[in-house]
Nanobody, 116 residues
Framework: VQLVESGGGSVQSGGSLRLSCVAS????????MGWFRQAPGKEREGVAT???????SYADSEKGRFTISQDNAKNTLYLQIHSLKPEDTAMYYC???????????WGQGTQVTVSS
């Protein structure tokens, strides 16, 4: 089981990025998946999730700028981020878990840095 994120980088405030997370060793659409981020000196926080039935949820502070989606044929999870702000600077992690169960897996993260 492996989750590999990509798509991070350094962008100017107001720009956009699309993060990708390729899952291997399991069928991602069978599990809940999500994006989390951790800024320096802060706790990891949830950004967006998508359940196996396709329903999505977002952190209240990010509604409208973040879009989570999934390509089942590619076993890949995406996070589209618009209107990036310096406070979005963080390591972004992809995760998968069994809803109501004990299994979970994390990726290694992809860094997003937003300059003003």
């Amino acid at each position: 089981v492996q989750l590999v994120e990509s798509g991070g980088g350094s962008v100017q405030s107001g720009g956009s990025l699309r993060l990708s997370c390729v899952a291997s060793g399991f069928i991602s659409s069978d599990y809940s998946m999500g994006w989390f981020r951790q800024a320096p000196g802060k706790e990891r926080e949830g950004v967006a999730t998508i359940d196996s039935d396709g329903s999505t949820s977002y952190a209240d502070s990010e509604k409208g700028r973040f879009t989570i989606s999934q390509d089942n044929a590619k076993n890949t999870l995406y996070l589209q981020i618009h209107s990036l702000k310096p406070e979005d600077t963080a390591m972004y992690y992809c995760a998968a878990w069994e809803y109501g169960g004990s299994w979970y897996s994390w990726g290694q993260g992809t860094q997003v840095t937003v300059s003003s």
